[in-house]
């Protein structure tokens, strides 16, 4: 605040001029790119929200159809819009079990051992896997009859086990457990690279003082950690907020009661079977706010335990 | 300050949408999984076998087109699978030819064919020509979309269809399905939801076949079931069961018989709280599988699909679409005996099951409404493309022929010399399709409103715990009923602001 601001501005060669020219070409390209393809998307979602449009006679016929916010305050009682917020919210729960996990299996593999950059590999491959190839893959092992979890449980104790896709809270833990294995790899690599970029000098100090394992990784490895950990959160937490694939592929018609339905497919069926493109759009915009306001909640919070090394 | 939340702002954004693209991308290509462990089972095996079939385009030579249409420029935008391609691809050769109009032909997949055209409508872009299901007759022509085909399509042509199917894309602006108003579409086929049974297993049992003349009532059903419920290789467990179809497509064959219904005559209220009929109907197909157990129970049937256990000769009794012939005369898709029967009768004592269609609609701002007409009619009435459809020229039926004469005669005796390959009793196909004093199909309800919002939301109610005995038809349509009408009173407003 207490800067002077220099007002005198300073003459440009026409070189410079010139160069300016250029670079202002140049950050045209994505800055138009971004008009085009997300602040208008995105100003076009809040104007179809305000609308009942179904996707006829074009912008036209979406202008014709205005209704201010009745899609918002229906959306209010609306049961299933609440009902797969919350399965959605409970999806999310996964998020810091694939973190702990990642950061277990990262320190792990962080060591000299034999075959290592083959676990590493092996840990990676769900992540570079189509979503829809595991989903099914996963469907069958989650089968009641066929499935592996089941073949396993019944080896183990003899006796059949439960409906993993089939039952209303079961269904949920499975896509838990799923999602968690789907983005374990992602936690995994993004730690290992965290954990690299720790001086070996700091653990050498701490040493010397006489810090034991849990001393060394409680007060260097966790906080140097932190910027990480604040990476996977963010774009987990966005990225839990908009599961879709999983739910299509896994479950048929939302699975039991709609009981593994997420916000994003209430959302599509909304708008691609129903054919609700305001309400639809009604709640993508809720979406996006509620993902804004975690997100910066986020940041604002990131100062009370994000550290870096300098 | 503010710097840094438009900072967060953008960051959410553009992190939101770069997942969003990943989740966009894969979710297109998910359709096709999800027809896998959606209840549309049954076509999907039905593409396999299409993709099979080879079409000889030399038989499709005899085509008769009048007229010069060579100023038009058309664009015909369905969805197919190979075989149907090619013969309207030939078909649009030939009419090209013929008429020296320019055709564009785009085909996608009947999962994207809804997305797609909902941006063509979007985009206020129509092509000249595309697909239209009786359910969707009344909405796009409320938002103007469909040409009345009255003046362009010969009577001699419509006469010669199925009746309902014909009335089934007549809308006189209130009632679609009625028969009145305007005729909107020609047909592309004309299905039935018939029931088979598989010979081989009752055989093995030692019970007599059904007779097609005289339809089981249910407790003769649950009797039959019974007998062919079995543990076949003595392991403890059942491993055969009577019958096992899927609640989605198939409680409407008990419902309907019983003189039930979900909707009043208006369509404008959901009647099944407390409604007899509906709820000794919905309790009976539920306790085929938790009191009789002659369906698999609720846990085996998401384990593998009751198509899947048909297929692998588990099942007695299961339903078989017109559609289905094809792949169930192929010996490498299913190598047993089969014949067709009579869905099992409630309280009005006449079989019935859900009739289905797509059409042929030409779009209400065509530039060439008298070319595209033509050619639409060619698609529905080519007799020549009938037989490859019907399974004349290719021995695999994935339709009942759209011309009745060819259906009644040249189809039927193609069948009855084996030229035709086909189960059993042909003329349970026929009987549901022309309706008889035992038999009648009937387009179902969502038909007639404005989307099926209603029935989806009956669906994801939890149906399963009927199914499993938890709970009762009756405690399900009391907790179910007032979601549903919450569900068809915003399609009724949808309806209403479209016609507005």
């Known amino acids: 605040m207490g800067r002077v601001k220099s007002k005198k501005k300073v003459k440009l060669s026409a070189m410079s001029k010139r160069e300016e020219k250029w670079a202002l070409l140049f950050v045209a390209a994505p800055t138009l790119g971004f008009l085009l393809f997300m602040a208008w998307p995105i100003v076009f979602a809040f104007l179809t929200s305000l609308t009942t449009w179904n996707g006829a006679k074009g912008f036209e016929g979406m202008l014709n159809r205005f209704c201010g916010f009745d899609n918002y305050i229906k959306l209010l009682t609306d049961k299933k819009f609440w009902q797969t917020l919350t399965t959605t919210v409970i999806y999310l729960i996964g998020i810091p079990i694939g973190m702990i996990l990642g950061l277990l299996f990262a320190m792990g593999m962080n060591r000299k051992i034999p075959g290592v950059r083959v676990l590493r590999t092996m840990y990676y491959v769900p992540v570079i896997s189509s979503l829809v190839a595991v989903s099914i893959l996963w469907a069958w092992v989650y089968n009641y009859d066929y499935g592996l979890l089941n073949v396993i449980i019944k080896a183990l104790t003899g006796k059949h086990g439960p409906n993993w896709l089939g039952d209303e809270n079961l269904i949920k833990v499975s896509m838990i457990i799923f999602m968690v294995w789907k983005g374990l790899g992602t936690s995994i690599i993004l730690y290992l690279a965290g954990l690299q970029n720790i001086p070996r000098s700091y653990y050498e100090a701490a040493m010397v003082d006489g810090a034991n394992g849990w001393q060394r990784f409680k007060n260097i490895t966790l906080p140097l950690l932190s910027p990480v950990t604040f990476y996977i959160l963010i774009t987990s937490m966005i990225g839990g907020f908009q599961v879709f694939v999983e739910v299509q592929v896994m479950t048929t018609n939302g699975g039991i009661g709609y009981s593994a339905a997420t916000i994003v497919y209430y959302l599509y069926e909304k708008a691609f079977e129903s054919f609700q493109l305001g309400y639809a759009s009604a709640i993508a915009i809720i979406l996006a706010i509620i993902i804004f306001v975690i997100t910066f909640i986020n940041f604002k919070m990131q100062d009370k335990w994000v550290k870096t090394i300098e | ?500």
């Open chain 2, 1 to 500: 300050m503010k710097r840094k939340l438009l900072c967060i702002l953008l960051a959410t954004v553009m992190t939101a949408s770069m997942l969003c693209g990943c989740g966009g991308e894969t979710a297109e290509s998910t359709s096709e999984a999800t027809e896998a462990t959606e209840a549309t089972e049954a076509t999907e095996e039905t593409e396999s076998i299409g993709a099979q079939i080879e079409v000889d385009e030399e038989a499709l030579t005899d085509v008769a087109v009048e007229g010069d249409y060579s100023d038009a420029d058309l664009t015909v935008f369905i969805f197919a699978q190979d075989h149907e391609k090619a013969v309207y691809q030939s078909l649009i050769d030939k009419f090209m030819e013929e008429t020296g109009a320019n055709v564009t032909f785009e085909v996608t997949t009947s999962d994207e064919y809804g997305q797609k055209l909902l941006a063509y409508k979007a985009a206020d872009d129509m092509p000249d020509i595309f697909y239209v299901g009786p359910e969707a007759v009344a909405s796009n022509v409320d938002d103007g979309y469909l040409l009345p085909l009255d003046d362009y399509v010969d009577a001699a042509v419509v006469n010669n269809l199925w009746g309902s199917v014909g009335n089934a894309y007549r809308y006189d602006g209130k009632t679609a399905g009625t028969g009145e108003g305007s005729l909107y579409c020609l047909p592309k086929d004309f299905s039935t939801f018939a029931f088979a049974y598989n010979k081989n297993i009752f055989d093995e049992a030692g019970v007599a076949y059904p007779d097609p003349e005289n339809p089981y009532t249910w407790d003769e059903f649950v009797e039959v079931c019974q007998k062919l419920t079995k543990d076949t290789d003595g392991d403890g467990e059942v491993d055969q069961w009577g019958t096992a179809n899927a609640l989605q497509w198939a409680l409407d064959a008990f419902i309907y018989t019983n003189g039930g219904h979900f909707l009043n005559d208006d369509y404008t209220e959901v009647v099944i709280d407390g409604q007899e009929e509906f709820i000794e109907a919905f309790q009976f197909f539920a306790d085929l599988t938790c009191k009789y157990g002659v369906t698999p129970t609720v846990e085996q049937d998401t384990a593998l699909g009751g198509y899947q256990r048909w297929l692998d000769g588990q099942i007695g009794f299961y339903a078989c679409g017109t559609w289905d012939v094809g792949a169930f005369m192929d010996k490498n898709t299913f190598p047993y005996e089969w014949g067709l029967c009579a869905w099992p009768t409630g309280k009005t004592g006449v079989s019935m099951t859900r009739n289905g269609s797509v059409g042929f609609a030409v779009s209400a701002d065509s530039e060439y409404p008298e070319a595209a007409a033509a050619l639409i009619t060619l698609f529905s009435t080519d007799l020549e493309g009938q037989r490859v459809l019907s399974g004349e020229t290719t021995g695999a039926s994935l339709q009942i022929p759209n011309i009745m004469d060819y259906a009644k005669g040249d189809f039927k005796d193609r069948i009855a010399d084996g030229t035709i390959p086909y189960g059993d009793n042909v003329d349970v196909i026929f009987n549901y399709i022309e309706g008889t004093d035992k038999y009648q199909g009937i387009f179902v309800e969502t038909t007639y409103t404005y989307n099926s919002d209603w029935w989806n939301a009956f669906l994801s109610g939890g149906y399963e715990y009927v199914l499993n005995g938890e709970m009762t038809a009756a405690e399900y349509c009391a907790q179910v009923q007032p979601a549903m009408q919450e569900a068809l009173d915003a399609a009724n407003e949808m309806k209403a602001a479209a016609a507005n």
